[in-house]
């Protein structure tokens, strides 16, 4: 089933500088800690002038779409998904 | 006595690659969600019942879940369909990084659509590794740098048609060639039908002159072609299925519009205005951009019952103001002699025009009234889009949400150079 939200989340990442790559490795989410798995995709969009990165990511159970607002540094979580039919 | 030129198989080595993303849309999802990934889903254009699905993945396919059907009719044939809304900028996204890797090795790639890519390595550094080790090496790349789950079919021959042939032998993944070599084995392989362009009433004309099948058409002489399609493409036909280059032919834009299937029955000119009005708003922020003004617009009006109405009208005035372009686009709808419940609106301009001088008017102040609309232009560029909108389009905020388009690609130019 997907549920679309918009709610803010907390999401720590990692940078490795020379893979020069960003990595979201966990999430926490209505109190629960949810350890990244595996990042599907990682693009982005724009509105305006604002440029927002969407990561695609993967715990062992539910799939998360985190979205960060490059102007604010805020992350929210747009979307979650246990990939089965509704 | 009978003059006789047969023309043979082009000899030319296969420089041309068609490249095709297999199940787009759907692919990515599941490159993007690893839970999805080995199962059935569709992208269709709403998750409703009635959505039109816009791409199965490879295992709904299995099922005979197909492009066009109803979310209702895939999920009929498939229970466990999982059915997701298109995220147009994820798409976008894949294709930007594909161009990325094919601009690595001929600067000649053409995109065809979102997911079909067209490259030409003759002459290039690439073509002396092989035509095959650049597919391959194309396919390594696609799945270390853009996702593992994503794979592409690639067809290699010396003219874009074959290659797209090629392209389709075997999906997915798939890497062919047709050539001089091998070219009547494959044609032998394939219907009529199964070539690009060939569907039921070109198969009728062929059949008409007693061609059945691939090979007939290949070995028809040049007359036969001719008189079965009665017009130039007789000629295509004879060229292309020979491996000669008739479709390297690029069409320049000539008109810009947006279209909106409706979610819900609207009738009544109130009711549908607010939704012209968007897409009129859409269409002239896209044409601004692209520097052009016009001289034409369109509307075209899909009902329920299956009328379709439409029409079209040149105007005297340069325009570029969506607030012009709206009220003619008002008196179209109003035109309309139908009054049913309406499926589909579009709305189009024409007649673009480069920047031109404006003509200045006796009671209207152009170049002010230019200024504004730059300036509201810039306001929603900053900010966002319909940041500043008309009023009559409040309510329409979930209204002609972002599209991909099917097939073209003149939508691509406007991300790819921002």
């Known amino acids: ?86 | 006595m009978e003059c006789r030129t047969e023309l043979t198989f082009n000899p030319k080595p296969s420089t041309i690659m068609h490249l095709d993303l297999n199940s787009c849309f759907a692919t990515i999802e599941q490159q993007a969600n690893p839970h999805l990934r080995g199962k059935p889903i569709a992208v269709a254009a709403y998750s409703t019942l009635l959505g039109c699905i816009v791409a199965p993945s490879v295992e709904a396919k299995t099922y005979g879940v197909k492009v066009g059907m109803r979310v209702k009719e895939g999920k009929f044939l498939c229970p466990s369909l999982i059915v997701l809304p298109p995220d147009p900028w994820k798409y976008r996204n894949v294709h930007l990084g594909l161009r990325k890797i094919l601009g690595d090795y001929t600067d000649k790639f053409y995109p065809k659509s979102i997911d079909e890519f067209v490259l030409n390595l003759e002459g290039y550094p690439a073509y002396e590794k092989g035509m095959f080790n650049v597919g391959l090496k194309i396919k390594q790349r696609i799945k270390k740098e853009i996702g593992e789950w994503i794979t592409v079919s690639i067809g290699i021959a010396p003219n874009r048609f074959l290659a797209k042939t090629a392209a389709g032998l075997h999906k997915p993944d798939g890497l062919d060639e047709i050539n001089k070599e091998n070219f009547k084995d494959i044609y032998a392989s394939l219907a009529l039908t199964g070539l690009c362009g060939i569907k039921i009433r070109n198969a009728a004309r062929l059949n008409s002159m007693g061609i059945y099948t691939v090979l007939d058409f290949y070995e028809a002489p040049y007359w036969k072609l001719k008189s079965a399609f009665e017009s130039i493409l007789g000629y295509y036909w004879y060229l292309r299925l020979r491996g000669r280059e008739v479709d390297d032919v690029i069409f320049a834009r000539r008109s810009y519009g947006n279209s909106f299937a409706l979610p819900k029955p609207l009738t009544s000119v109130e009711e549908l205005s607010p939704v012209l009005s968007k897409l009129v708003e859409k269409t002239g922020k896209r044409l601004r951009r692209a520097g052009y003004k016009i001289r034409g617009v369109h509307l075209a009006i899909s009902y329920r019952d299956g009328n379709f109405w439409h029409r079209g009208v040149t105007t005297p005035k340069v325009l570029f103001d969506s607030r012009d372009i709206y009220k003619i686009a008002f008196r179209l709808l109003n035109r309309s002699p139908y009054k049913g419940s309406v499926r589909e609106l579009a709305v189009s301009v024409f007649n673009l025009l480069g920047e031109p001088s404006l003509q200045l008017e006796l009671f209207d102040d152009l170049e002010k009234k230019e200024r504004i609309v730059k300036a509201v232009d810039a306001v929603n560029e900053r900010w966002g889009d319909f940041v500043i909108t008309p009023a009559r389009m409040m309510e329409t905020k979930d209204v002609v949400i972002d599209r991909i388009a099917f097939g073209g690609v003149k939508e691509l130019e406007e991300f790819t150079y921002r």
């Open chain 1, 1 to 86: 089933m997907i549920e679309k939200l918009s709610l803010p989340v907390s999401v720590g990442i990692t940078f490795d500088h020379s893979k020069r790559k960003v990595v979201p490795k966990w999430i926490l989410w209505e109190g629960k800690l949810y350890p990244v798995e595996k990042v599907g995709l990682h693009h982005t969009y724009r509105e305006g002038r604002t440029l927002f990165h969407v990561f695609s990511v993967a715990s062992k159970t539910l799939f998360f779409r985190l979205v960060l607002n490059t102007d604010t540094l805020y992350w929210r979580l747009e979307e979650i998904s246990d990939g089965m039919p509704d």
